[in-house]
Nanobody, 123 residues
Framework: QVQLVESGGGLVQAGGSLRLSCAAS????????MGWFRQAPGKEREFVAG????????VYATSVKGRFTISRDNAKNTVYLQMNSLKPEDTAVYYC????????????????WGQGTQVTVSS
C-alpha cells in the first residue's frame, strides 16, 4: 500500500519561499512518476508540477514555471517542491500525488493522493 505524507506548508509573505516535502511509502517509489497539485478555496484542484522516476524529466503548470522547482530523492523516498517568489494567488492546499502513468503540463490521472498541506501567502 502506498502512503504519501506532505509537510512544510505554512504562512509566508508575498515574495517569500517555502519548501514542501512528500514522504512516500512503498518499494516502487523509485520507478513512480510523482507530482504536486493544489486546490484553492472554491476552485478545482489543479496540477502544479510533475517529475519522472529518475528526476531528469520535469513539467510545470504555466502559472508556476520559473518560480517553483520539483525534485526528488529516491534514496529517501521523498519528493520536494521548492516555491519561490510566492504570490497571494498561490494560496491553496497542496497535495502530493503519484501518477497512474505520466504527467503532462496539464496534469494526468492520479493513483494515490496525500492528505494535503496548507500554504497561505499574505499580501
Amino acid at each position: 500500500q502506498v502512503q504519501l505524507v506532505e509537510s512544510g506548508g505554512g504562512l509566508v509573505q508575498a515574495g517569500g519561499s517555502l519548501r514542501l516535502s512528500c514522504a512516500a511509502s512503498g518499494r516502487t517509489f523509485s520507478t513512480a512518476v510523482m507530482g504536486w497539485f493544489r486546490q484553492a478555496p472554491g476552485k478545482e484542484r489543479e496540477f502544479v508540477a510533475g517529475i519522472g522516476w529518475s528526476g531528469d524529466r520535469t513539467v510545470y503548470a504555466t502559472s508556476v514555471k520559473g518560480r517553483f522547482t520539483i525534485s526528488r530523492d529516491n534514496a529517501k523516498n521523498t519528493v520536494y517542491l521548492q516555491m519561490n517568489s510566492l504570490k497571494p494567488e498561490d494560496t491553496a492546499v497542496y497535495y502530493c500525488a503519484r501518477a497512474m502513468g505520466q504527467f503532462t503540463s496539464r496534469g494526468g490521472a492520479v493513483a494515490y493522493w496525500g492528505q494535503g498541506t496548507q500554504v497561505t501567502v499574505s499580501s
